[in-house]
């Protein structure tokens, strides 16, 4: 797959490990960013980007409000805050409310990013107990992007990607190999 200019990707119950599994299986050298929502408590810090970093090791980071997206990272949305992408490609973070009793949302980030990235995207919902990063999934397919989804039968949880597939027929319905698999043969855009 050629052209890809950023990957999201959206989890929840289940999710830490499904990550793992992914981003696992991305070669050294890999140079997409991928942007990351993983639902959170919001009252405390959240170790995910350490945890990440150890076990992949390569550079994960905490999404930082006004900080340009570069390409090689792998980027986490904190606790607490909504993560979207401005059209300059640069991160923006806000405390707007909760949406599906989430903050970060999956669908915010998706819907954002689809708008700054349009068809470059490559969205990813994993495992997780509602229905956020549906309705984002389906935006990023509207604006021309590519959408993967966990294979229900495969996730932790399941009721996110049925919940995805119930909206719309994504490019891709794999397992986690299959999705890191995918993820490893992308190449970056030009732009």
Known sequence: M????????????GGVAALFSVLGA???GFS???LCVLHLPDDRHSQLAEVLQRRLRRPVREAQDKAAIEPGLIYVAGPGYHLSVERDLSFSLSQEEPVH????AIDLLF???ADAYGPALLGVLLTGANEDGARGLLRIRQSGGRT???DPRDAQVALMPEAALALHCPDHILPLSGI???LATLEPSAC
């Open 101 to 104: 009793f989430s903050r970060p």
């Open 26 to 28: 991305l070669p050294a």
């Open 148 to 150: 993967v989804v966990q």
């Open 180 to 182: 890191g698999q995918l």
């Open 111 to 113: 819907e954002s990013a």
């Open 2 to 13: 050629s052209g890809v200019g950023a990957i999201v990707i959206g989890a929840s119950a």
């Open 32 to 34: 997409v960013p991928v």
